[in-house]
């Protein structure tokens, strides 16, 4: 086999010395090459021409065949004849390299041993040629069948495998021969044993990637040596006509643009959207959103775009950082303060955050910086917005860091509010539960747009762009025909066969078409029929195209190897340098890497080379630097998987030895690069930097992979607890019990650190005997070290433990006792600010659980102080949202609404998930609480999305437990039993007491209006044990309320009025007296029915005066209340005061009903709920409606 001169000559333009001594020795060179490719095939030739034998050796996914023959053999009785064997092998061999050479294959060896004469056969390696599976399949049917003057050869076998192998040089330097390794040629070989003479055995990968153009029968399971598992057979029987029926289904790209277009007008209208454009490998993704992105700026948009990538996915912020490069020149910096400056100027540079005690107090803590970097990057946007409408651009969002995606979120929340436009590309995601921004999904402001196949039109227009000419009809038949309307395949195979000299270009008309080698390969495949008036050939709908004769890429991966291997050899190195580098890359820092260490000029000249065969594109820089692009992502994975782990190495080396001398502070990139070389001193170096670093960022879940990376090296104490600490924050129990376990063999080495956090993973399990017992052992070492803020933590810590098992009194006693140990106007740290604003949260839930609200309130107060002067933004959410619950305890909904929108946009602007969906709930209580029963329902889903996509098990009891109210509130008592019994099952899972006791209560309300009192009775009595076993006395009221009540119903009024005076008194004490109204009818009603009318009158004055003074704003049910009151007045024969509390009763029924649109739900709750439908009949009798 021979390389074409035509080869020569185009490498030669890419030799970067122009020295005439070495130009005579690559002539010299030239001429000596067809004497030494009697050796070696051409591309191995070529390769060490290029003085690239080194990376001779590559990962390559090849169709490997063994060929059996007999009647040659060098061992035994034909050793007496060694020339006869010799001129008989001579010519049999000929014979097959000339047959393979028609059908680009290689022997690479002839081996005689035990098991006869065979030789390896390869498609795919050294070289890659289009249907290496098909090419082979055909050579198999030949090979099958000596040829004549071969009389001499029987019992030919063959079998046929496809998979990876290492393809290349091995063995000495002084004696080396091309190979291959890998489990794939021992599969083969076994398929070739097992054939009987005549016959062509193939695996099922072969089966698979072959062509209906061949007949292959299934023969069943094998049983091979070796191999523990049978595997699957085929027998390759010859050729056979097939049907291909080309797609009807087209899809254009107008539509998809007029979508676009909409949100964008939507957006400007600050009405931001969000979508996801999602699409297959090489659809076009890029392209749509690149001319949208375009013509969006023409028209008045800001638009910016980060790209994500395989190497970028471990560096956080990967994406967004190049976003933000864009927007800060659109936005003032005389506003930023200078702590914003440091920490923006850190992020875009990726530089190691200064932690220094002169660094600003914001930024020397994770969390706090974290918090401030996403409320900086939300203020750019939302500047940017303000000024033009804003179009951001994630990309390939599959390879999204997690910080990444924590600040994606965040920018999310943005959206509805601003014109912002926001465009996520991916492909499509097979798994809805990891779909990006999945709690948002059922909002009107996110869509998916899915970027479907193109037309032949389409197809046309972007062929005749590639090739700098248009294709006549029959090439674009056979273009669309193999891409199936798929963009980045129609260009590879209309580039493929450019450059396999299979069209023929018309100068003067710019036009390709098939040439006649081409034309006459179809036509006798027939493919062909004359169509019009002209009798032109076009493809036929049914055409039978063989890849042996056309080609056929039937993956990716294939017809990149395919172009690649079309290169000039002195591009291999360049181009395998540049797929380690990542997606996007500098010519600078490629330049700097590049083991030859070539000119600038001369990668320069190299690079636009490969702009223009369409494999990169040139992309503006982020400074003065050229920076470029692989055209398609995949082209650059394939590349990288291409290069063997040896050679890989070499030139992570390399790389990261440039990287280092010129961006010392992308600790990250430097980590990707050193662990996968033999500097095991530099790997583990910056992969602590980068650890650290993510820390610092708040960038949990890429920290804890530099971690783990770290620790393969070396078992570092420091990074195993580290490790612990990561684990406890991302929720991962498992992985954080199995390290705490590992941790448990050191544990002197960790006097405090060690029970620490054991008692914080018990405490997250709710196992809090085990939790409280490693809490004091902890607080006894920290007392013992006089470590002030290690025994404040110990108190934060057994403070939480006792509160979450409803022990009150002991959390208060813990909180109170951290308190007193710090001095908040001597506060040294960020985290010392941080533990005393826990504590003082701490204290404020406990004393509102037991419904001291003015207590309460004014820790939170003294809080909010401290966040403020800190900048901790996390705890002003945290306080804000305490202070909404607080307002809702005392009735006052307009201010518990302005507190828990406060902490909805706080914990949006950080990006704390979980508060969000926290928040959301409490604002759908509130929004219950008023009446407006859609949007409170509209708010659960949201926050259930959000909950569930966490596995926040928690606060989806607390929303189970909401939505079970809201369907009892419209008289849906089924529906509302289910959400609840839901919520008591999810409680019985994680141990949560006390959310039990409020389920408990809201099913005997079910149960009591659904007439089941004795259910009900039992539900609320169980509930009132749980409160008073917590002490929350405002549980223990509602429950004695609504047991009086059901007591009332059965007769029993004794009873009803012990539990209500006992309610009463409780309410009074808390100073909630709106919700004593219930209380005060209840036992007005009871001496009613006891005929005790002065008792009855007094309580029902009372009722009215506080029905009265608050406008009905704050009791529970107020309806129900002057329904009561109404009942009462008739009763003592206050007639026109009855008249007027049940017109009030009527008003406001309907004014709640009023505020529900669906006709359906509306109906239910007039008529459903008891109560409800015993006031509108009351309205009707008297004349009312």
Avoid at 593 to 615: E, P, R
Avoid at 696 to 723: I, P
């Amino acid at each position: 086999m021979y390389t074409s001169p035509q080869a020569h000559q185009q490498a030669g333009k890419f030799e970067e010395n122009s020295d005439p001594q070495l130009q005579t020795v690559v002539e010299q060179s030239i001429k000596t090459q067809e004497h030494i490719q009697q050796w070696l095939a051409a591309p191995i030739y070529e390769r060490l021409d290029q003085n690239s034998a080194n990376f001779l050796a590559e990962i390559r996914p090849i169709t490997v065949l063994f060929l059996h023959f007999g009647g040659i053999s060098l061992i035994g009785e034909d050793r007496a004849e060694p020339e006869k064997v010799q001129q008989e092998l001579d010519r049999y061999v000929r014979w097959v390299q000339r047959l393979l050479a028609r059908h680009e294959g290689y022997l690479l060896k002839l081996t005689f041993d035990d098991k006869g004469s065979y030789g390896v056969i390869t498609f795919g390696a050294p070289k890659s040629s289009y249907g290496d599976t098909a090419r082979a399949l055909a050579a198999a049917l030949e090979l099958r069948t000596p040829p004549q003057n071969c009389p001499f050869i029987t019992e030919v076998k063959l079998g046929i495998h496809r998979g990876r192998v290492l393809a290349g040089a091995f063995g000495s330097t002084a004696r080396a021969a091309y190979d291959l390794l890998g489990s794939a040629v021992n599969h083969g070989s076994r398929y070739m044993m097992a054939a009987a003479p005549g016959e062509i055995l193939l695996s099922e990968a072969v089966a698979t990637d072959g062509s209906p153009a061949f007949q292959l029968d299934y023969l069943g399971p094998y049983a091979f040596k070796g191999l523990t598992e049978a595997r699957a057979v085929y027998a390759l029987r010859g050729h056979r006509p097939t049907l291909f029926t080309v797609p009807e289904r087209l899809v254009g790209r107008a539509h998809e643009l007029a979508l676009l277009d909409g949100w964008l007008h939507q957006s400007r209208s600050g009405q931001g959207q969000i979508v996801i454009v999602e699409g297959p490998a090489g659809i076009g993704k890029s392209h749509l959103i690149g001319a949208f992105a375009h013509q969006a700026v023409v028209t008045g948009a800001i638009a910016a775009i980060g790209v994500c990538d395989y190497i970028g996915r471990q560096i956080p912020y990967y994406p967004w950082r190049r976003i933000i490069g864009q927007l800060i020149t659109t936005v003032n910096h005389e506003t930023r303060t200078p702590q914003q400056q440091v920490l923006l100027g850190e992020f875009l540079e990726q530089t190691q955050p200064n932690r220094s005690a002169e660094s600003p107090a914001l930024l020397r803590e994770p969390q706090r910086r974290q918090e401030a970097l996403f409320a900086l990057i939300s203020e750019i946007i939302v500047a940017c917005a303000a000024v033009q409408p804003l179009v951001l651009v994630i990309e390939d969002l599959y390879f999204c860091d997690q910080a990444s995606m924590e600040l994606l979120r965040v920018v999310s929340r943005l959206v509805p509010e601003h014109a912002l436009l926001l465009l996520l590309v991916q492909h499509p995601n097979p798994s809805e539960e990891k779909a990006p921004l999945l709690e948002l999904q059922q909002q009107p402001y996110f869509h998916i747009l899915t970027v479907g196949e193109l037309s032949t039109t389409n197809i046309a227009a972007i062929i005749a762009a590639r090739l700098k000419g248009t294709a006549d009809p029959l090439l674009l038949d056979l273009i669309h025909h193999q891409s199936q309307g798929n963009p980045l395949y129609a260009e590879e195979f209309a580039l493929a066969l450019r450059d396999l000299d299979r069209l023929d270009y018309a100068v003067e008309t710019a036009r390709y078409t098939v040439n006649q080698q081409l034309l006459a390969t179809l036509r006798r495949a027939n493919c062909l029929v004359r169509k019009g008036e002209t009798g032109v050939w076009r493809l036929r709908s049914d055409a039978t195209l063989s890849p042996t004769d056309l080609g056929l890429p039937d993956i990716l991966h294939e017809l990149v190897n395919i172009r690649v291997d079309q290169l000039p050899e002195s591009l291999t190195i360049t181009l395998y340098t540049a797929a380690l580098l990542g997606q996007r890359f500098s010519q600078k820092l490629l330049t700097a890497a590049h083991i030859n260490k070539l000119s600038v000029t001369f990668i320069k000249k190299q690079l636009t080379y490969l702009v223009d065969q369409a494999l990169l594109i040139h992309t503006p820089g982020d400074d003065t630097e050229n920076h470029y692009a692989f055209r398609h992502n995949l082209v650059q994975k394939v590349i990288y998987e291409k290069v063997p782990e040896q050679q890989k190495e070499i030139l992570h080396r390399h790389i990261g030895e440039a990287l280092e001398a010129m961006q010392p502070e992308a600790v990250e990139q430097l980590a990707f690069h050193f662990v996968r070389t033999d500097q095991a001193e530099k790997a583990v170096r910056y992969l602590e930097a980068a650890a650290h670093k993510s820390r610092d960022e708040f960038a949990n879940e890429a920290a804890l992979n530099f971690y783990e990376q770290a620790l393969r090296y070396e078992e570092r104490l420091e990074w195993l607890v580290a490790k612990v600490e990561l684990l406890h924050i991302l929720g991962m129990r498992d992985q954080e019990c199995a390290l705490l376990d590992t941790l448990a063999a050191q544990a002197d080495q960790l006097p405090f650190i060690y029970p620490y956090l054991s008692g914080k993973y018990y405490e997250a399990i709710s196992q809090f005997d085990v939790a409280q017992h490693f809490a004091n052992q902890a607080i006894q070492v920290a007392q013992a070290e006089n470590d002030r803020l290690q025994v404040v933590l110990c108190h934060l810590l057994q403070g939480l433990i006792a509160r979450r098992q409803g022990n009150y009194h002991e959390a208060i006693q813990r909180y109170q006792a951290g308190v007193a140990l710090v001095d908040i106007q001597r506060v040294e740290s960020a985290e010392e600010a941080a533990s005393i604003v826990d504590l003082y949260i701490g204290l404020s839930n406990v004393l509102r659980q037991q419904g001291a609200y003015e207590q309460a309130t004014a820790y939170c107060q003294q809080a909010r102080t401290i966040c403020e002067e800190w900048g901790n933004v996390y705890g002003q959410g945290v306080i804000a949202n305490t202070l909404g619950i607080i307002a809702n305890y005392l009735r006052n909904f307009a201010t518990a609404r302005q507190h828990h929108q406060q902490a909805l946009q706080n914990r949006r602007t950080i990006g704390h998930l979980v508060g969000e969906g926290e928040s959301l709930c409490n604002l759908a209580l509130t929004d219950y609480e008023e009446g407006h029963f859609e949007q409170a329902h509209e708010r659960l889903q949201q926050a259930s999305a959000i909950q569930q996509a966490l596995e926040n098990y928690w606060e989806m009891i607390n929303i189970a437990n909401l939505r079970g109210v809201l369907h009892y509130e419209v008289g849906d008592f089924v529906a509302a039993h289910r959400e609840l019994q839901q919520g008591i099952q999810a409680c019985e899972q994680v141990g949560d007491q006390a959310g039990w006791g409020y389920l408990l209560c809201n099913l005997g309300q079910v149960a009591r209006d659904s007439g089941q009192f004795e259910v009900a009775a039992r539900s609320l009595l169980e509930s009132i044990d749980i409160a008073k076993q917590q002490a929350d006395r405002s549980l223990q009221a509602m429950g004695q309320s609504h047991l009086a009540l059901v007591r009332l119903y059965e007769g029993k009024l004794q009873e009803a009025i012990a539990l209500a005076e006992q309610a009463l008194q409780i309410r009074e004490e808390l100073g909630v007296y709106e919700l004593t109204t219930i209380d005060l009818t209840t036992l007005a009603n009871a001496y009613r029915q006891a005929n005790q009318p002065e008792r009855a009158c007094s309580f029902i004055e009372r009722a009215l005066q506080l029905l009265t003074d608050c406008a009905g704003v704050g009791p529970e049910f107020p309806h129900w209340d002057y329904y009561h009151c109404y009942v009462v007045l008739w009763w003592l024969g206050e007639e026109a005061q009855a008249i007027t509390a049940l017109q009030t009763a009527y008003t406001m029924l309907m004014k709640r009903a009023n505020a529900i649109s669906d006709v359906k739900i509306r109906t239910m709750f007039l008529t459903q709920v008891p109560r409800n439908g015993q006031i509108l009949a009351a309205a009707k009798r008297h004349g009312l409606v």
